[in-house]
């Protein structure tokens, strides 16, 4: 397959690309390629121009200060999947890059990209919406910051506009009697999210004080399911009570807005939803003692 | 035979290219001022096209030409189908190369662009502009046979391509009159994408000056390309090469020759420099032969004791749009011959109908038929147990072909070389632990757990010929294979033969023959193949036939060597022809083996000619043409254990284990690397694989992104046995093993998944094996409960 | 639009301009001619095409020219020393890991991949790390076969 002609533009620093930005009208930022090259090659994009922001070093890298995780938006799968730093805070975030594709997508492909295109079975949103990510953007107003649920805004869209530039993601890192974990039904051909299940879990004793769980792969865009939540806070963490608090996953959910696809309906989805919350919380409850 | 060569799993003689990168598929040569073609495919299932304006492409940057139907009609002649199956009604309907006024797949070419670049003609696709009218299409082959549906060629009457019919043995309604039991399917066998791994290709290059054309072509037989390319565009076959050069993985789709084949050959005419086409994958997705595609309602009638006593089917076999080379043969011929499978059933019937429907053309897909047969027995086998509450192993057992060794005659008119069915069952269930694992089913079903096993015992047609056949079925070429053998005088070899492997590993296989038959080194054996300039005709590689025909023809020539090397050394050592004696390369006088003469100081004197014997011409050389006298029949038992997860649907294949007998082993590591892959092929129809369609006719499966090919890490380690029956009929004793995988293994993961699910009352999914298929069953089953 | 590219593949510095849409893989294939890296799909899904790029694998047919400026990329007919084949290439010949071949680059780019992350791995983490490469002939039995030679140092 042949991309439509583009220009080429390399940016050597977040300046030098907003600039370039606003000097290319229909141009695209491009990181890691993993999103936006597929969809050049079938020719459902043509930008004008491509705004390469892959050499900008500042953009890379994770880092933490105890409380909060800085993730550079050129970070890759790979660095997220194999980071120490959150293997043991953000448990879930690492192991769900570790499901991302291949070994060679999760070489290239990069956090930022991959949130930026907010594909609804891709697993990284869910996991951010889980953990209460924070998304710094950088555009012609300054800097902001934006949490998960502002940012993924629907279907394959966000709140990074036109001329703005997703610098880095800010995770909080767990505490002691936390844990989160990533469950995931993977597609058999695309190796995409049918269903993909975040939790976050915070226990004493057996009691879970705290809970977060997400939802990705069968909804437009990362939803937290509240219900779940609501019914495992205060209660034990046993296989009984996590089973019946995952159950109320599908009432949180919208009929007209659960995917559905040739290989996996919407009904289906919905109804085996629960199954994946389960083993999430699961395995988050586990990894909280 | 040389102990050390026929029968050793020596290292393949083709890999040192392949793992190095040097090897040259299609798409890997380049020819000086090579142009590069892109197709404008329709993107309507069905559509009258009202107009079409190139205009604006035929002036974008680098476009060459553009050409639609108007151009090329006097030049190209519609793709011919090759197989006119006698006897059915068949109707073909004309298949013209670019779509004339109707487009009636989404794929059917429209126009093609030639440009300096491929990217260039993929800009100036975008530029056409094609005024299409949209027409109702039909995707079902039952759909499409119903009276009211939308007709595809307005000379067809109903979509029927043919009705094909096999009968056999007793009256079948007194069977199923007669009949204690009577177990009844209806199976759906989906629609596959072959995807081998490397897309379709081709590269033209017309000589105006001489008229001569050379085509680089991803087929399995080019010697068949040259012939029909001949006949579509009009250049002799004494000026037309054709090479297939590394041809990456077939399965069948690459067989036929297609209407982008014969466009690029007319672009390189047309325009006189070469031409390169090479599909996307996404067009291969769309235009490159599908598979399967058949609604079977299928019973089976018994006595009390589990005796099989009739096998009846209808069978609607969806052909695509237009009949591809071989496809009319591939629902009946190779499908309907093999019902009685590895079971004496004493009356068969079976009618098939081939319908048209506005799909890719179906054509051969590894097994190409004999999949879809032993499905359907192997499934009605595992019914008739279970109404019985008899062990599937036990109703096998009691219906099994005796052993046999020459010959036996089953109802549908084949006779069956060897076999010995029941070794073949019996070895597996040693070699799996059978009772062991039926104990352990037992235990996980106490405890909630799903774990089934299911079996099915095969036999398969392979080894395509006899030609006489050939001619009798309709088959529009022979199917005979052919090789050269010749000793140069250093006594190294050059083997020219006109089958074309592709992956198949025989320039080892025969470098082994050769070495068997000679006693010469296979490293000293050269095996040349796929170009039809430099072997002799062949019919191809498809049907599992390229060992077990073109070996043949090899070990022929070789032995025609062994003839007059004889005469040869008898007049150099003084003696007899009748008293010489031949021994791994050394012809020597009986009782004499020291001083003999080797093949090599044969073939120096055959080549210089100082001291021949009177009357023998020099050279060391033999041709040989093979047209076996039958059909080979493989076999074996497969068995695979299956754990489904009811919550999910979710089925892991947990153990696979086969024992094949593909009579003696040439090299036994390529042997099972074929059963490796041909089973895994079988279990992606059982579990992942299938081309969707939705009413419109847009396939929703077309990209690597939605369709399920297996891939590692949803496979267990395949256990591979075998057991040794020769061939009676063949010279080696060998029978084919490319295909037979593929043929046991579909029915085998299904009944096991069924067996698993049996507990919770579910009796039929179909294919693939979703997990919401699976889920869907297990629901509703528990509703009905 | 052209844009200049310097690329190192195989140890040999390549300067070229190119077109920003050309991928890297047409650029090893068609630009270069090298053609042992192949192109089976066009979603990133076959790993055909897969070469190392700064000594990680990376799927050519996913990642511009342009991209790639200035780095180092090894493709299949650079695996092989001065001293012979590659570990991985002797095993995938003498394991059988191959049919077609036409997988076999990408297969074997891959593997070095996943020896470079685990070099000792189980057959289900050699299942798991070839995940991204399609086979159609083998069932991949033996190309884990081979994979566990080559990790063993040929002594499987």
């Given at each position: 397959m042949y991309a439509p002609e583009f220009d080429y533009h390399r940016a050597g620093s977040v300046a030098e690309a907003a600039e370039l930005l606003s000097k290319h009208p229909d141009s695209k930022l491009l990181a890691g390629g993993h999103s936006l090259i597929p969809i050049l090659k079938v020719r459902l994009a043509s930008p004008s121009a491509l705004i390469d922001i892959g050499r900008i070093d500042s953009l890379r890298g994770i880092s933490s200060d105890g409380g909060t995780i800085r993730i550079g938006s050129l970070t890759t799968h790979a660095e997220l999947a194999s980071s120490e730093v959150l293997n043991v805070a953000a448990t879930a975030l690492s192991e769900a890059a570790g499901m991302i594709g291949d070994p060679a997508v999760r070489n290239r492909g990069t956090i930022g990209g991959n949130v930026a295109h907010a594909d609804p079975a891709s697993d990284l949103p869910a996991v951010l919406a889980c953990l209460g990510a924070e998304f710094v953007i950088s555009g012609p107003e300054g800097e902001r910051t934006v949490g998960a649920s502002d940012f993924f805004e629907g279907l394959m869209t966000t709140a990074v506009g036109e001329q703005d530039i997703l610098t880095r993601i800010e995770v909080p890192a767990s505490g002691p009697g936390e844990g989160s974990a990533y469950a995931k039904f993977a597609h058999p051909a695309s190796r995409y999210a049918v269903i993909g299940a975040a939790a976050r879990i915070a226990s004493s004793g057996g009691t879970c004080t705290g809970a977060s769980v997400a939802l990705g792969g069968l909804v437009p865009a990362p939803v937290r399911a509240g219900a779940v939540e609501q019914a495992l806070v205060g209660g034990p963490l046993t296989e009984e009570s996590i089973a019946a608090a995952s159950s109320a996953v599908a009432d949180g959910l919208d009929d007209d807005e659960v995917l559905g696809d040739v290989y996996a309906s919407a009904g289906y989805r919905k109804a085996v939803a629960h199954i994946w919350v389960r083993r999430a919380i699961t395995a988050a409850a586990g990894r909280s003692g | 035979m040389s102990a050390s060569t026929f029968g050793s799993g020596i290292r393949r003689r083709e890999d040192p290219r392949l793992i190095t990168g040097s090897a040259a598929y299609t798409d890997d040569i380049v020819l000086p001022g090579t142009l590069h073609a892109a197709m404008l495919r329709s993107p309507y299932a069905h559509a009258r096209i009202n107009g079409i304006d190139t205009s604006a492409a035929s002036e974008a940057s680098g476009v060459v030409a553009v050409y639609t139907h108007a151009d090329t009609v006097d030049e190209i002649a519609p793709a011919p189908c090759?197989?006119?199956?006698?006897?059915?009604?068949l109707t073909i309907a004309e298949y013209h190369c670019v779509a004339k006024d109707t487009v009636r797949y989404v794929g059917d070419i429209v126009a093609v662009v030639v440009a300096e670049s491929c990217s260039q003609a993929y800009d100036a696709l975008d530029l056409i502009d094609v005024d299409y009218e949209p027409l109702d299409a039909v995707i079902a082959p039952k759909a499409a046979a119903a009276e009211d549906a939308p007709q595809l060629h307005d000379e067809i009457k109903g979509n029927q391509a043919f009705h094909w019919t096999v009968t056999g043995g007793g009256d079948i309604d007194e069977a199923f009159g007669a009949a204690d039991v009577v177990v009844k399917e209806t199976i759906v066998q989906q629609r596959l994408i072959p995807n081998a791994m490397e897309p379709r290709a081709a590269l033209a290059r017309y000589v105006q000056a001489t008229g001569e054309l050379t085509l680089w072509n991803t087929t399995q037989n080019p010697h068949i390309v040259r012939f029909l390319c001949s006949l579509v565009n009009g250049v002799p076959e004494d000026k037309l090469r054709v090479i297939a050069p590394e041809v990456g993985g077939g399965f069948g789709s690459k067989i036929a020759v297609y209407p982008a084949d014969f466009i690029t050959v007319f672009c390189s005419k047309k325009l006189g420099v070469p031409v390169k086409w090479v599909e996307t994958r996404s067009e291969n997705y769309q235009a490159t032969t599908h598979g399967r595609d058949h609604v079977q309602e299928i019973e089976m009638a018994a006595t009390s004791d589990g005796r099989i006593t009739g096998l009846r089917a209808t069978v609607h076999a969806g052909m695509g749009a237009y009949l591809s080379?071989?496809?009319?043969?591939?629902?009946?011929i190779l499908h309907g011959l093999m019902l009685s499978g590895v079971y004496d059933i004493p009356a068969i019937h079976e009618d098939v109908y081939g319908i048209y429907t506005n799909t890719t053309p179906v054509e051969a897909y590894r097994g190409a038929g004999r999949p879809e047969a032993t499905f359907m027995v192997e499934r009605l086998v595992d019914l008739l147990a279970s109404r019985l509450g008899l062990d599937p192993a036990e109703v096998r057992r009691r219906n099994f072909i005796p052993k046999f060794d020459d010959g036996h005659d089953v109802v549908t008119g084949l006779t069956y070389d060897s076999g010995d069915y029941d070794g073949a069952l019996t070895k597996l269930l040693g070699k799996a632990g059978y009772e062991g694992l039926r104990a352990e089913q037992a235990a996980a079903r106490e405890k909630g757990r799903h774990i089934g096993l299911g079996l099915s015992t095969y036999v398969e047609i392979c080894g395509l010929g006899p030609s006489q056949v050939a001619g009798a079925i309709g088959f529009q070429g022979g199917l005979w294979e052919s090789a050269i053998l010749r000793f140069h005088p250093s006594g190294k070899v050059n083997v020219m033969i006109g089958a074309s492997p592709h992956g198949q590993g025989e320039e080892t296989t025969f470098a082994q023959i050769v070495a068997g038959e000679l006693g010469v080194s296979p490293e000293d054996v050269k095996v040349i193949h796929g170009d039809t300039e430099s072997t002799p005709m062949g019919w191809g590689t498809y049907g599992s036939r390229t060992t077990a025909v073109g070996g043949a023809a090899l070990a022929l020539a070789a032995r025609k060597i062994r003839d007059k090397a004889k005469i040869i050394a008898a007049h150099l050592l003084e003696a007899a022809v009748e008293d010489m004696e031949y021994e791994d390369g050394n012809f020597f006088v009986k009782g004499s083996p020291d001083t003999g003469k080797t093949i090599q100081d044969i073939a120096l004197m055959a080549n210089v000619?100082?001291?021949?014997?009177?009357?023998v011409e020099a050279g060391l050389e033999a041709t040989s043409f093979y047209d076996p006298p039958n059909f080979v029949f493989p076999y074996g038992a497969h068995l695979a254990v299956v754990e489904v997860d009811s919550e999910t649907g979710n089925v892991e294949l947990k153990r696979y284990i086969a024992v094949d007998d593909c009579g003696p082993q040439i090299n036994p590591v390529i042997v099972e690397g074929q059963v490796h892959g041909g089973i895994v092929q079988g279990i992606g129809q059982a579990m992942w694989e299938e081309g969707v369609y939705d009413e419109d006719g847009q396939l929703l499966t077309g990209t690597m992104l939605d369709y399920a090919l297996p891939r590692a890490d949803r496979l267990p380690d395949i256990e591979v046995h075998s057991t040794v029956t020769p061939s009676p009929h063949h010279p080696l004793g060998v029978k084919g093993i490319g295909e037979a995988g593929t043929i046991a293994s579909t029915a085998a993961v299904y009944n096991a998944v069924i067996d698993a699910l049996q507990p919770l009352g579910v009796a039929s999914v179909n294919m693939p094996l979703t997990p919401e298929r699976v889920w869907r069953s297990i629901q509703e089953s528990q509703g009905r409960n | 639009m052209k844009i200049p590219v310097s690329i190192t593949i195989n140890g040999r510095r390549y300067d070229r301009n190119v077109a920003p849409r050309l991928l890297l893989v047409h650029f090893i294939?068609?630009?270069?001619?090298?053609?042992g890296t192949k192109v089976g799909c066009d979603t990133s899904q076959c790993g055909a095409c897969t070469v190392l790029l700064d000594g990680v694998s990376a799927k050519a047919c996913t990642c511009l020219a342009v991209q790639a400026d200035g780095t180092s990329i090894t493709t299949i007919e650079g695996l092989a020393g001065d001293d012979g084949l590659h570990p991985l290439q002797e095993s995938f010949w003498n394991k059988h890991g191959l049919q077609c071949g036409f997988c076999t680059p990408g297969m074997i780019m891959a593997s070095h991949e996943l020896l470079r992350c685990n070099p000792d791995p189980s057959a289900e983490e050699i299942r798991h790390g070839l995940e991204g490469n399609l086979c159609?002939?083998?069932?991949?039995q033996n190309i884990v076969r081979a994979v566990q030679d080559a990790a063993a140092g040929g002594s499987q």
């Open positions: - | 090759a197989w006119l199956l006698p006897n059915s009604g080379t071989a496809a009319p043969g591939i629902p009946t000619a100082w001291n021949m014997p009177e009357g | 294939r068609d630009v270069l001619g090298l053609t159609r002939c083998t069932g991949y």
